[in-house]
């Protein structure tokens, strides 16, 4: 079939109101006002939801058959064409298409779509409103081969050479199919031929096992197919694949290729930062770029079908993937969430899911869950497990797995809890995990690193994935990962912070000290490795260090002010540190400084004078406390008592001018991150002026920065920064974008982007 792009040229109408001309994707929600009473509440982020309904006019296509492919569609979703209700979807995560055929007409064509986000709390983060994935347009001849009707797999590798093989559907009557392989190269290796019978023609061959895809060589492939009918009509249709096994191995681990493999992971939701919602393509590979240069491998997508960009960037920058279904069954988590759909959805939903994500060769797990209530037996919950598994095992042959938590609403476990019993120590809880555990390959543990030798004991032949931890745990968690071959991975909640959840991984202080979500205007989860903005925080650092990734030590510190007071860092959050010496005020105030590192010993020192040496823990850390004086504080790290490495922080001058820090060009995006700079170019991390912004040859799609507690709207041209920068994204235009900022009493910036 004939893919089409679909993203420009219509008109976008809330709740009634007169229609506007919109760029797709589109989250609706994004630009409404933010209010403490809005239904969403904190697990949304108070943002708003409503009834947005998007128009289109077009010509009838010359060919045969036509169709609405929609990568995702948050809220109840109905296409209307020509008055014609012609497909209904609930689930704004999972692809769905919509036939236009039997309604079309000639002449124009009047399309409709309908997405209703009113009911609301419908998830457990922020969800989004509207078309907020891509669309295309799907056009063939009656005989064809529809969407997603292509396969290829890679059944071994022996001896050198890669074994393949591939189906191609043939839906409307009979035809020839001509197969071509093309290499990373774009250069054709193999030409096939075969009659379609039974609708599907089968092709298998041979290819020199020499590019296979994995994270480290992402090496792409293309298969591409042609159907030629006996009417004279040809229809087309290419995939990209990788050559590459994947094996769950109960005594070696997690096999790519034949080799054991250790998933450097994060959680990731689907929202991106000042684009709220939208998956754009650049902005999924600017995330998976950043990821990968933060040390991850894998992913999780937490806890939904991803967009199909996001696949295509991890397949090409090399990530693997965790593709998660679902975060419920039929027990909700939320009084509007999927689980007024489940029973009359999920095999659709699963479906779709993975006939489109199958040739993608990042995705090496399937996961039907996460946290589910049913985990434990309720509800028939074994049963659904069953059911999911065999679902995937019809359509799949990757390993599965599942996200088992612990069960807080379980009698028996509270009874032992009481009791003081550790939770390793449990059987209960295996008792009743069990069952859903034992049908998947991998079972997944979310918050339960401490489990894992007694449960190995147990059951000997289970597999493990650390599918949460918190990032405080980074250590003792990578280590049960490093020392078993049965733990394939660990995966921080989270990679990359995100919206709603609101504040679960805040660092509150004194009277604020409380624990779980946080109150208005809190709109940021606040517990992302990197931050909504794509800025790396210092648990970042720490990660990468204690994956064994980064021989430099990390040097962070608290504000003063902050280290003088009472503090609670959530489950799920980290100290609030500061990559920087800079506290104007606080001169003479006692501090605390951090030193991450792989090493025996630090000294740390303070212009110039030593401070002392103290030991590295087990978690590879030390902290020092120190009086604030401008100027250098430098740890110098020992190994066996030699100097392995150090690291400094310098003291920034006075707010001068704008700089820009970082900038991603993209295809079609691109990202600015801008910040506030002394004389000499050095950030000042204290400095919070209004920025505003302008572009020629660009159009501004958001500003934002990583305040979590933000009520500034992410549409307009001005926003304060935080800790000294804004990040400014923009579509292109057919010239070179020209960025423009200005802060009272700063040096503007203007510079071609």
Not at 392 to 420: E, K, V
Not at 480 to 496: K, L, P
Not at 715 to 728: E, N, S
Request: hydrophobic share 40%.
């Amino acid at each position: 079939m004939k893919h089409t792009s679909w993203n420009d040229g219509w008109q976008f109408s809330l709740q009634g109101g007169a229609p506007a001309p919109v760029q797709l994707p589109h989250d609706f929600s994004f630009a409404l006002p933010r209010e403490p009473r809005n239904p969403s509440g904190m697990d949304g982020g108070w943002f708003a939801g409503g009834i947005g309904e998007y128009t289109k006019t077009f010509a009838r296509p010359e060919e045969e058959r036509c169709a609405l492919l929609v990568d995702g569609a948050q809220g109840l979703t109905e296409v209307w064409i020509n008055g014609n209700r012609t497909a209904f979807h609930p689930y704004g995560y999972s692809p769905f298409i919509a036939d236009l055929t039997p309604f079309l007409r000639e002449g124009g064509n009047a399309l409709r779509v309908v997405c209703n986000t009113q009911m609301q709390p419908a998830s457990r983060w922020y969800t989004g409103s509207g078309l907020y994935r891509g669309l295309e347009l799907i056009t063939g001849p009656k005989v064809c081969i529809p969407v997603w009707g292509v396969c290829v797999r890679t059944l071994s590798i022996e001896n050198g050479i890669a074994h393949m093989w591939a189906q191609v559907q043939v839906l409307g009557g009979a035809g020839c199919v001509y197969a071509c392989v093309r290499s990373p190269e774009g250069n054709s290796v193999i030409e096939m031929r075969q009659e379609a019978a039974q609708g599907r023609a089968e092709f298998t061959w041979g290819l020199p096992a020499n590019q296979l895809w994995t994270a480290e060589t992402p090496f792409l492939w293309r298969f591409e197919a042609r159907v030629e009918a006996e009417d004279g009509s040809i229809d087309a249709e290419s995939v990209r694949f990788g050559i590459r096994t994947i094996a769950a191995d109960p005594e070696k681990g997690l096999l790519v290729n034949g080799a054991s493999v250790k998933l450097r992971g994060g959680c990731v939701h689907h929202d991106n930062g000042p684009l709220g919602a939208c998956s754009w393509a650049d902005a999924e590979r600017r995330r998976v770029f950043k990821l990968k240069e933060a040390g991850f491998n894998a992913i999780r997508t937490a806890h939904n079908p991803p967009s199909t960009a996001l696949l295509e960037a991890c397949d090409a920058l090399g990530l693997y993937v965790i593709d998660e279904a679902f975060d419920c069954w039929r027990q909700g988590k939320r009084t509007f969430d999927y689980h007024l759909f489940f029973d009359e959805w999920w095999e659709r939903d699963l479906n779709t899911m993975l006939l489109r994500d199958r040739n993608h060769p990042s995705v090496i797990l399937w996961s039907h869950g996460n946290e589910i209530p049913e985990r434990g037996g309720k509800s028939f919950g074994w049963e659904i497990a069953r059911a999911l598994s065999q679902r995937i095992r019809a359509l799949d042959d990757r390993p599965i797995t599942h996200a088992l938590c612990s069960l807080w609403d379980n009698p028996d476990l509270q009874r032992l809890q009481d009791a003081g019993v550790p939770f390793g120590e449990m059987d209960a809880w295996a008792r009743f995990t069990s069952p859903c555990a034992d049908t998947v390959d991998i079972v997944g543990y979310n918050y339960l690193y401490e489990r894992v030798e007694a449960d190995h004991r147990r059951f000997p032949n289970r597999l493990i994935a650390h599918t949460e931890t918190f990032p405080e745990a980074a250590a003792p968690s990578w280590r049960t990962v490093e020392e078993n071959d049965f733990v394939v991975g660990d995966f921080v909640w989270t990679a990359w912070d995100y919206f709603g959840e609101a504040g679960i991984g805040h660092v509150a202080y004194e009277k604020d000290s409380t624990a779980g979500l946080r109150p208005w205007p809190w709109l940021a989860a606040n517990c992302g490795d990197i931050s909504l903005c794509g800025q790396r925080r210092p648990q970042s650092y720490y990660r990468e260090i204690v994956w064994g990734l980064r021989q430099k030590p990390y040097l962070a510190a608290l504000d003063p002010r902050a280290a003088a007071r009472k503090c609670a860092v959530s489950p799920w959050g980290f100290e609030d540190l500061f990559a920087a010496w800079t506290f104007p005020g606080c001169e003479g105030q006692e501090t605390e400084v951090h030193v991450f590192a792989r090493a025996d010993e630090c000294e740390l020192f303070l212009n110039g004078a030593s401070l002392g040496r103290k030991p590295l823990d087990a978690q590879y850390r030390c902290a020092f406390r120190a009086p604030y004086q401008p100027g250098e504080v430098r740890a110098v790290v020992y190994r066996d008592g030699k100097a392995v490495g150090e690291e400094f922080l310098r003291t920034a001058g006075a707010p001068v001018k704008l700089c820009l820090a970082e900038s991603w060009p993209g295809e079609e995006l691109v990202f600015a991150t801008i910040c506030v700079c002394d004389a000499e170019g050095n950030a000042v991390p204290y400095a919070n002026p209004l920025i505003r912004v302008s572009f020629e040859n660009a159009c501004l799609l958001g500003l934002g920065s990583d305040d979590p507690a933000s009520t500034e709207a992410f549409t307009g041209p001005a926003r304060h920064a935080w800790r000294g920068a804004v990040l400014a994204v923009a579509r292109r235009g057919e010239q070179a974008p020209v960025l423009r900022a200005w802060a009272d009493g700063l040096t503007p910036l203007e510079i071609v982007l």
